[in-house]
Every structure is written in C-alpha cells, then in structure tokens.
C-alpha cells in the first residue's frame, strides 16, 4: 500500500518512533547513497570518465564496470578510477552524517546491501554494520581459489596516479598471492562471491540482534532500498514488524515507500529524499 499522508504529521510520527524505540535495525538501500550525492550518470559521470565515454561509447559508471575490456590493463584503469571516486573520495553530501547523528546514542544495527562504506566513515562502529554484497575497499581471487579478502586502497590509489591513456602499468594488475590469477573486487556479481571471515562474523552479529530485540519496540528504518534484492532486507523487515506488535516499520524511499496492508498500522511509509527527511527529523 502507497501512502500520501500529510508531510509534517509523518515526520512527528516517525520521530516519536524514534524516540520510543528501544533498538533501531537500519536496512539502506543504493537509494541512500543516492540521496548522498553518488549518482552513477549525468554530470558526475562526465566529469570523471568523458575518455572512457568517447573511447567506449557508455554513458554511465555501471555500464563501464561491465564493459568486455580487451586487456586488464584497460580494465582496471576504468575500475580504480571507478572505486577511487565511489569509495575512497569524501562524501558528496552529509546524508551518512546527518543519520548518524540522529541515531548514534540508541541501539542500532545497519543492515546495508550497498558497497561504499560511507557508514563507517562518518562513524558508524563497524561492529554495528553488516555489508551483505560486498565493498569496493577489497580484493578478492577471481577463482577463488580461497576465502580471504584484501584491502585494496594503496593499490587503487597507484592504479589512478599512474595510469595514462585508460591503462594502467601492467606490474600493478592485482594477483592472487595464493594462485597468482587476477583479483576481482569483493562485490556479489555471481556465484564466485566471497564471503570471508569478516563476513560471516557480522551475519552472526546481526542475527543476535535481531534475536535479542525481536519482542521489543524496535524502529525498522528502511532507507532506499528497491525491488532488484527484496529479500535481504525490506521482505524481513516486513516479518519482523508483523510478529511483533510493538515494533514500527518506516519506509523512506522517494517514488517507492510503500508497506503490506498486514503492517498498515504500524507502518510510516515517506515518499520523499531520504536527506530532506533526515533533516527534517534533527530539526
């Protein structure tokens, strides 16, 4: 069910809900990051990759992750510049801080399927997050041929600072130091994802928080999340709401905030920028 309640009585309602909750379960979706100023096309697209554009003929960043290159040295010119941009560069706008700050003194847990770690750099205690598809930060063995990961930031750095011509120095193709074939970044393309003991360890973490809040008056704030992975987050945020009475389900998503009628009367659904709203609820 869509909502098209009034503004203002939405933003109160949501804030009581905040201030009532015992523990807050943050499930962010790419429409967070969004609304953060990571758009993938348009201006910001031009401005970082006009070569690759007139070379290849995409016109925006995901169509370029998943250009056929002919060399890797070709490849990874457009993927460092792609995750120097997207991972290592500051935060186009303060959406990441303005959340942080509104629920930094409550019990909270982020369940995010997006890939940037602008939660722990505003703060967020890394402890408290679970990335469940991965992060642009880390390498991982194209095979592969183990369950390790590698931090991946002094190597995109060089990648950038010294690549000409949309190819980067052949010594800087990442390898695997275990089989020796190319790396692959640690993103859930396909069957070949890994998940390392990082990995597993914050599955285990949110899980006992979701277990030990289950009866409480617990806040699921959704946060731009669409319909491409429903199951990871809205689909259980929408259970864990209908078993327990006392809880409140909030959908922020501009074009997309709905709810099941089951969960109606616990629910908040925002039609609205994720980051008007943030600020409209610290004001």
Request: aromatic content about 14%; some cysteine.
């Amino acid at each position: 069910m869509k909502y098209t309640q009034d503004y203002s009585k939405q933003i109160t309602e949501l804030k009581n809900a905040l201030d009532n909750a015992e523990a807050v379960v943050i499930g962010a979706g790419a429409g967070l990051s969004t609304s953060a100023g990571f758009v993938y096309s348009g201006e910001r697209f031009t401005k970082n990759f006009a070569d690759f554009e007139k070379k290849y003929g995409f016109h925006d960043m995901y169509s370029g992750g998943f250009y056929p290159y002919s060399t890797l040295e070709e490849k990874w010119a457009y993927l460092s510049r792609y995750v120097y941009i997207n991972r290592y560069k500051d935060i186009p706008k303060p959406v990441y801080e303005d959340l942080y700050n509104l629920v930094k003194d409550k019990d909270y847990f982020v369940l995010t399927t997006n890939v940037d770690h602008c939660f722990q750099k505003v703060g967020f205690d890394k402890k408290r997050l679970f990335y469940t598809q991965g992060d642009y930060g880390l390498f991982q063995c194209s095979e592969p041929c183990h369950n390790s990961t590698y931090d991946n930031e002094d190597t995109i750095r060089r990648m950038v600072e010294e690549q000409k011509d949309m190819k980067i120095p052949s010594s800087l193709i990442p390898k695997c130091p275990v089989c020796g074939k190319p790396m692959s970044m640690n993103l859930r393309a396909d069957d070949k994802f890994v998940e390392d003991e990082g990995w597993h360890s914050a599955c285990e973490r949110y899980g006992d928080f979701i277990e030990n809040h289950k009866d409480k008056r617990v806040l699921y704030l959704e946060l731009g999340v669409g319909g491409n992975t429903p199951v990871i987050i809205k689909y259980p945020f929408w259970r864990f709401t209908l078993s327990n009475p006392k809880a409140t389900y909030a959908c922020i998503n501009y074009g997309e905030a709905m709810c099941p009628e089951q969960i109606q009367k616990q629910s908040i659904c925002i039609n609205e920028d994720i980051g008007k709203v943030i600020q409209s609820l610290i004001k």
